[in-house]
């Protein structure tokens, strides 16, 4: 009888190892939702390549009035840092466009891409500080 039990407790745990190293089903992946947009740093080199590739972009320069005024990069709209918050800016009405974010050294650029990227903007690049910026600037 005892053997019995000896053999019986040897099954059971035959079996639930077994049981336990079973292949399980795969799941049923779950809907994707739409992907999340991850925060872009780029170069300024290929910052200047989306610029002149002739493809529609938005070189958006998030300092302050006085530091645009004293020069900023060609075709730039200003949109200061601060300003940026928490609505849509109405000089960027698409979501969707290619937005080349910069400031005077990075931390602004980097600021309001991630604040642009939370908003909804599908397309946005920080490509640094204008101290890194080794072509043209212009003045108004």
């Known amino acids: 009888m005892k053997k019995f039990f000896v053999y019986l407790s040897l099954a059971l745990s035959a079996l639930t190892l ?3 190293a079973a292949p399980v089903a795969a799941a049923t992946p779950a809907p994707t939702a739409t992907p999340a947009v991850a925060y872009q740093k780029i170069t300024a080199e290929q910052a200047k390549a ?3 590739s002739g493809d529609p972009v938005i070189i958006l320069d998030v300092r302050t009035k006085e530091e645009y005024d004293a020069g900023h990069i060609e075709g730039a709209i ?4 601060e300003t940026i918050i928490d609505t849509q800016p109405e000089l960027l009405p698409d979501l969707n466009a290619e937005i080349l974010v910069y400031c005077r050294s990075g931390n602004r650029s980097a600021q309001s891409a991630k604040k642009l990227i939370a908003m909804g903007y599908t397309n946005v690049y920080d490509f640094g500080g204008i101290i890194d910026w080794p072509y043209d ?3 108004d």
């Open 18 to 20: 077994v049981a336990c």
């Open 50 to 52: 989306r610029m002149d």
């Open 78 to 81: 200003l949109i200061p840092n």
């Open 137 to 139: 600037v212009v003045t």
